[in-house]
């Protein structure tokens, strides 16, 4: 079989491979972090790479998304172009280093209670006089320290290395334990040092904090973008990967399992410990992303009535995941609420302590898919709503991630004005940005109740009209025209489109219908709500003003709005350094009602109200 060498640019990164595979497949051969929106089906057109040597005849796919002077000077899509031949490929952007993700957190004090406890004893030599085996020295040494040690098991493997270990430690030996089992054994006295890592899995992005489960400081912060993303944007395109690709679900959980290792050592790394130091880790994600991580089948989340494998929280040894940490490790996975409200829901909840609150709350983490949760410690209710990839940049004419390059906030004055992620010009805008865009262009009257963008003959002669130049033809409809080519990163202009107004529309519709759903549900109006908490990374950059004037959030609450960061990764980090908050997570799991909007009765009218934009008092 032949082979041929590509080249990345920038950074000149070399690959040889077999002929006839994609150039999307050599980019993950490559490790190189791209995203490929629709799983490399051609459909989002957003894979575009420039082949600056070697470049061979369009695709259909490539003539249906890229202009004919786009073709022309190289671009492709990634996904569909087939390798014949050496390459040099020119990439947009290497989206992990450039990642811009929400670190910061609303912390909240906890009582620190490690799962784990470590132990050091010393013991006496066997003797003529003394023939005790050695597993009933170590044992009766432990329970003279402590009592709840008398019914501690120890399993085979221990057993295994205890002889050697005693003898080489002379004796003196800390032992790792949880409640009932012996889990390690370490020579000397090392009870000073012992670490947890606790991640939260989102669709889109990866992160994990590393933390002293003695003190519960705070060591280092990892984060990345989720490998799987390669394989599609949304949980639904993973999922029907993992049941149609051949080793589909093979494939997607060793991506995230080979990351969040990866990010393990990373943080152990920029910490200045090893990963012998880390003895627990927590994993908080939606349930498709909790799935995905434990090699579990997701398919039957996507179908009615909606089942997930399973809910409980689970432990079990980090080995038995390949997750290269203490050999004692252990992972402890937070519970789901139901097949689209997951562990993470379940963090947020704990980290906002919702489920203690006398006021009713209201807390929405949106995000491709949105989840939202309503209620106070008397009652909860939860949902989740199927918000599409628009608030991630996907689906938007020039949308991109959050990623520098990116326009993430607008402003309408005499002229318009935007903010770009690291500076620079612009090369397409995210969520946050579409959000105000939209919201701009509604209080300027440019966009009407119904989502129509006017025609510069119906500004003739409103306050509007200074932008009327603006309005430009775009696919036979009408666009605004937010950043022209002269100013872009790569020369295009950035606009606004019908279709991606459309696309917000339907994004905050189902995000609006799921918070008046649960409002039903619950017997109360907006008015009784007293504060709505925006988590995750979207919900911590977008505008709350934005937010209001697109009803995304009714407009009655915006003064009520509270960005609380990412709260799932608050709530993994509190399961880490507590077994009482990680038991309160199996509680919280248990006490939420789910409300499956699909088959809300006024599911179908609710919605179609939530499409229209409110009507804005001047
Ligand atoms: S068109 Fe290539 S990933 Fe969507």
Redesign the pocket.
């Known amino acids: 079989m032949k082979r041929f060498r590509v080249v990345f640019q920038p950074g000149g990164r070399e690959i040889y491979i077999p002929e006839g595979i994609t150039v999307?497949d050599a980019i993950n051969m490559a490790g190189i972090g791209f995203?490929?929106?629709?799983?490399?089906?051609?459909?989002?057109?957003?894979?575009?790479v420039r082949i600056l040597e070697g470049a061979g005849r369009p695709t259909a796919?490539d003539k249906e998304?890229l202009e004919a002077g786009e073709i022309e000077q190289g671009i492709r899509?990634?996904?569909?172009t087939i390798i014949n031949g050496d390459l040099v490929v020119e990439l947009p952007y290497e989206t992990i280093p450039e990642h811009k993700i929400l670190l910061a957190t609303e912390e909240r004090s906890v009582k620190i209670e490690p799962h784990l406890t470590k132990t050091c004893v010393e013991m006496d030599r066997p003797s003529l006089e003394d023939q005790r085996s050695d597993w009933q020295r170590l044992k009766d040494a432990l329970v003279q320290k402590n009592e709840k040690y008398k019914d501690l098991e120890v399993p085979l493997q221990i057993l295994r290395k205890l002889p050697q270990t005693l003898r080489a430690a002379k004796y003196r030996l800390t032992a790792v334990t949880d409640d009932r089992h012996v889990l390690g054994i370490e020579e000397q006295d090392t009870t000073g040092k012992m670490l947890g890592i606790a991640f939260d899995i989102g669709t889109t992005t990866m992160v994990g904090y590393l933390l002293d489960l003695y003190t519960g400081e705070e060591l280092s912060v990892v984060s990345a973008l989720n490998p799987q993303t390669r394989f599609g944007a949304d949980v639904i395109t993973r999922i029907t990967f993992a049941g149609q690709e051949e080793n589909g679900l093979e494939k997607l959980q060793s991506a995230v399992v080979e990351m969040l290792d990866r990010l393990v050592g990373e943080a152990a790394e920029k910490a200045g410990v090893t990963r012998d130091d880390i003895y627990a880790v927590t994993v908080v994600g939606n349930t498709c992303m909790h799935h995905l991580f434990l090699g579990l089948n997701p398919q039957y989340i996507a179908l009615s009535p909606y089942v997930p494998v399973v809910s409980e929280p689970l432990t079990f040894a980090a080995e038995e995941l390949h997750i290269n940490v203490n050999p004692a490790g252990r992972i402890f996975v937070l519970p789901n609420i139901a097949g689209f409200v997951g562990a993470d829901t379940v963090a947020v909840l704990l980290a906002t302590e919702m489920d203690w609150s006398d006021r009713i709350k209201l807390a929405i983490d949106i995000g491709t898919n949105g989840e939202i949760a309503l209620g106070s410690r008397d009652r909860l209710v939860s949902c989740s709503a199927a918000a599409g990839p628009a608030f991630e940049g996907a689906q938007i004419s020039s949308g991109m991630r959050g990623a520098v390059g990116a326009i993430d906030h607008v402003r309408f004055g005499d002229g318009v004005e935007y903010s770009v992620i690291g500076g620079g010009k612009p090369k397409g805008i995210c969520g946050s940005g579409l959000l105000d865009a939209v919201a701009g262009l509604i209080e300027a009257g440019i966009i009407d109740k119904r989502g129509r963008i006017l025609t510069p003959e119906q500004l003739t002669g409103t306050p509007a009209e200074r932008f009327k130049d603006r309005i430009v033809r775009h696919e036979g409809a009408n666009a605004f025209l937010l950043v022209d080519g002269s100013a872009t990163e790569h020369g295009r202009p950035i606009m606004i489109t019908q279709r991606d107004v459309r696309e917000l529309q339907l994004a905050k519709g189902a995000i609006a219908t799921g918070i008046q759903v649960l409002l039903d549900k619950y017997g109360i109006g907006v008015g009784d709500v007293t504060e709505v908490l925006l988590a995750g990374a979207f919900g911590n950059y977008l505008d709350p003003h934005s937010a209001c004037v697109i009803g995304l959030i009714p407009p009655e609450l915006e003064k009520k709005v509270k960005m609380v960061g990412n709260a799932a990764g608050t709530g993994a980090k509190l399961a880490l350094l507590s077994q009482g908050e990680f038991r309160r997570a199996a509680a919280i799991a248990g006490f939420v009602e789910y409300v499956e909007l699909g088959s809300y009765p006024d599911f179908a009218s609710i919605f179609a109200n939530s499409m229209s934009f409110p009507t804005i008092s001047k």
């Open positions: 999307k995203d490929f929106p629709c799983g490399g089906r051609g459909k989002c057109g957003k894979c575009r796919a998304h899509l990634a996904c569909l």
